[in-house]
């Protein structure tokens, strides 16, 4: 259940990341389609959808006006994600427990990661601090769903 927990922290961070985290791992192979829709995401154009909605979601999160992440859409929208990505990521028959694991960490640290990340922009500001959050959930995601990307091919 590590990979549902850990997927479950990204999706605490950014809410869209987990599923175009699982759209990356499906089309490699990483992660067996098993879940209803998931074959779509093998589909280039509905993979390239999940990225592209992560990406509005992270540079978003850099303008003024956006929400904070433990608003209700928000907190929602990251416990869909996580469940959906954690069943992706179970093993066979413990799909249920994957996607309340990760369901239920994204909910925890939101309200962490949105604690640590207000101490640090009075410090870094919002720009800077949303990069580096970006960069940290989106590497984590790729790392936890599909290994293959993101280590040495030899």
């Known amino acids: 259940m590590i990979r549902p927990f850990l997927i479950g922290l990204v999706a605490g961070q950014r809410g869209i990341t987990p599923l175009a985290a699982i759209a990356a791992g499906t089309r490699t192979g990483d992660i067996p389609v098993t879940l209803p829709l998931q074959g779509l995401l093998r589909n280039p154009v ?4 999940t990225a592209s909605l992560a990406a509005a979601e992270m540079a978003g999160d850099k303008m003024k006006s956006a929400p904070d992440r433990v608003v209700t859409t928000g907190l929602l929208v990251r416990r869909v ?3 959906y990505a954690g069943a992706a990521l179970a093993p ?3 799909r249920v427990l ?4 990760a369901a239920g960490t994204a909910v925890a640290s939101s309200y962490i990661g949105w604690r640590l ?3 640090a922009m009075r410090r870094y500001g919002q720009t800077k601090t949303g990069f580096v959050e970006d960069a940290l959930a989106l590497a984590a995601a790729l790392a936890i769903a599909s290994p293959k990307l993101v280590t040495a091919r030899r």
């Open 46 to 49: 509905i993979a390239a959808g």
């Open 81 to 83: 994600t996580a469940a």
């Open 92 to 94: 066979p028959g413990r």
């Open 98 to 101: 994957g996607a309340a694991v």
């Open 117 to 119: 990340r207000c101490a």
